[in-house]
């Protein structure tokens, strides 16, 4: 729970603020948790910056980053927030070059043999062979982002076995979510990148937290709604006096407890990036 204390208007005016963001960042985060759970600690990446806004796109990468997924396609969450970033080669990467074989050449030429090559953008078993056969089966990752996912993957975790490339790994894209992610656990899948579902909240786009005032000040001290005066007393029920502790248990007078986290005066020094954990 967050409390908020301040005159009428200064707490009136962050009911938006602090609901849009605990509301909306909360649902992200609860979506991101269930697909880490579902993952099976596979490691998944935040890839759904087009799905939401601009703004929205980088508070969505923290909260999934927050949850648990391990890294972000969103370069602007990476410098703000010291989230890892990374990426994969698109669609139409390899349509920019004349043949599959070319864009394979250009990425590896860039980037070296331990990058990720997107090989289903024309015929997924010749890509991998090309993929394989460029990289002398040191390749690092393939993409695959199309097709029955469950089948798809068994089939070309075989192909590069066979030709030798074994530690070359498998990531899936493709729309996914909390239960195609749990139906992926026993394909041999390395890693997830998942976009729209986790940004949207995977059906729940909105948490259901609320703000409420609780207690004001009056000449008889802290009263609640309706007048009641509201008692303070420790978790052992030693009475605690002044302004409330950053964690206090309170207690009216039918004995109803509510333990709250508070924080009181200045904020202190910032978290270093990337400490969001």
Do not use: C
């Not at 964690?247 to 039918?254: E, I, K, M, S």
Request: positive net charge; aromatic residues 4%.
């Amino acid at each position: 729970m967050l409390q908020i204390e301040g005159t009428f208007a200064e707490a009136v005016m962050l009911e938006t603020l602090a609901l849009s963001v605990f509301n909306a960042d909360s649902a992200i985060a609860s979506a991101a948790a269930r697909m880490v759970s579902a993952a099976d600690r596979r490691p998944l990446a935040e890839m759904g910056s087009r799905r939401t806004g601009e703004w929205n796109a980088v508070a969505a990468a923290r909260a999934a980053y927050i949850a648990g997924f391990g890294a972000t396609s969103n370069l602007e969450a990476g410098r703000t927030w010291g989230i890892p970033t990374m990426g994969t080669a698109a669609h139409a990467f390899t349509l920019l070059h004349d043949t599959e074989e070319a864009a394979f050449r250009s990425q590896i030429d860039a980037l070296g043999t331990g990058t990720t090559l997107l090989v289903d953008t024309y015929d997924i078993e010749a890509a991998v062979d090309t993929a394989v056969r460029l990289t002398d089966g040191k390749l690092g990752a393939v993409r695959i982002d199309s097709g029955d996912l469950p089948s798809v993957v068994a089939s070309v975790r075989a192909q590069l076995d066979r030709l030798g490339a074994t530690s070359t790994k498998i990531t899936v894209t493709n729309d996914l979510d909390e239960y195609t992610i749990a139906a992926l656990r026993a394909a041999p899948v390395d890693s997830y990148g998942v976009g729209t579902s986790v940004v949207s909240g995977s059906g729940h786009p909105a948490a259901g937290m609320v703000f409420k005032l609780v207690a004001h000040h009056s000449p008889r001290g802290r009263v609640g709604p309706g007048g009641e005066e509201v008692g303070r007393q420790g978790v052992h029920g030693r009475p605690q006096g002044g302004r409330p502790s950053p964690a206090q248990r309170d207690r009216d007078r039918r004995g109803r407890a509510d333990l709250r986290i508070r924080r009181t005066g200045r904020a202190g020094p910032a978290r270093p990036r990337g400490d969001l954990r």
